[in-house]
């Protein structure tokens, strides 16, 4: 049977069958080798093939086989060192959800969410939640680093889950697609999700435990089904995230201001680190590329990571 996976939790999986019904599969062991380098052998947003099994009124199944990936978003594993987790598979976009304060999400962390999703030419938008924190100093701090991004082609919305601000905005951006939401723990991306939908009751953190490091209510992906064809996916909190593979070069086909300019440089192995006749650091001096968006460039390049 064919199914598409609902829930990871890395020894099972909720599978829905073709005909809705849900299914819950394990793996055989060899489907573990299809990826050596990641945790996950199926991820949330897999096509699946399964057997399906009765135990009793239960119904159960085996998962023998998955449909390849038209793309992925993966994080840095926090089991094993140099290898990656698969947060979801197959979807149509990704939200990054972002907050100035508690916690602190970086400038860093954003670019490099989003040149995983330049590789594999995943839509991306910005979700700024807890608005309802920001002083006019703050706002005006969020308005400025949105501004960076809506300026390069990224999409920003402005939410506070708590005061249900900005709530439909954010319901429409939904509408026949399979969204992935992600960010660090506590940024309120299982707050939100719990308000488009009464059934789906996604455990959120107590305030008073917010301060706990490391403490992520949310500890599996999964994903839930809004209205037909709209989906979107809950996923833990991220710490860092994997590169996938990468070599320097490519990188700055990721950063969509520097597109245009790349094959100008007058070397064509140009890195735009201080190469001469370099087009992308003109821009960057008339201020065409803004120079945070350069410094996470250059810090991506020299990630060991990237290095091999
Ligand atoms: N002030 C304020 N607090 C919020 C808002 N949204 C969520 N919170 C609080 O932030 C805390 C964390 O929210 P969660 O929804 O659990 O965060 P999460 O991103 O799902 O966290 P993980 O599951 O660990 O990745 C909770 O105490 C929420 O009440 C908001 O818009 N404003
Ligand atoms: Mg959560
Ligand atoms: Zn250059």
Avoid at 44 to 73: A, C, K, L, S
Avoid at 161 to 170: C, E
């Amino acid at each position: 049977m064919e199914g598409l996976v609902f829930k990871s939790t890395g020894s099972w999986y909720k599978v829905k069958s073709e005909a809705g019904q849900d299914y819950q599969c394990r793996t055989r062991g060899k489907l573990k080798l299809a990826d050596s380098k990641t945790t996950n052998p199926v991820a949330v947003g897999d096509r699946v093939i399964f057997e399906p099994e009765m135990h009793g009124d239960e119904y159960w199944g085996i998962i023998t086989g998955i449909h390849p990936r038209t793309n992925y978003i993966i994080r840095k594993s926090v089991h094993k060192t140099g290898h990656g987790h698969i947060l979801a598979a197959n979807i149509d976009q990704a939200m990054l959800m972002v907050t100035l304060t508690y916690p602190r999400t970086s400038q860093g962390f954003i670019d490099r969410f989003l040149v995983n999703t330049e590789s594999f030419r995943i839509p991306a938008i910005l979700v700024f939640n807890k608005i309802d924190l920001l002083d006019e100093e703050g706002l005006q701090i969020q308005r400025e680093l949105a501004n960076v991004y809506e300026t390069i082609g990224y999409a920003c919305l402005f939410i506070s889950a708590l005061k249900k601000q900005g709530v439909n905005n954010f319901h429409r951006h939904l509408q026949d697609k399979v969204t992935l939401l992600a960010g660090h723990s506590g940024v309120g991306k299982s707050s939100l999700i719990n308000l488009l939908s009464p059934e789906i009751g996604q455990k959120v953190k107590e305030i008073s435990d917010f301060s706990l490091k490391g403490k992520h209510a949310t500890t599996f992906a999964e994903m839930f089904e809004l209205e037909e064809n709209t989906y979107i996916i809950d996923t833990p909190g991220i710490k860092e995230l994997g590169m996938i593979d990468m070599e320097d070069w490519e990188i700055s086909h990721y950063f969509p201001e520097m597109r245009q300019y790349l094959g100008e440089c007058k070397f064509n192995n140009c890195l735009h680190v201080n190469e001469p006749g370099c087009v992308v650091l003109d821009a960057l001096g008339s201020g065409a590329i803004h120079e945070s968006r350069y410094m996470s460039y250059l810090s991506m390049l020299e990630n060991e990571d990237n290095r091999r």
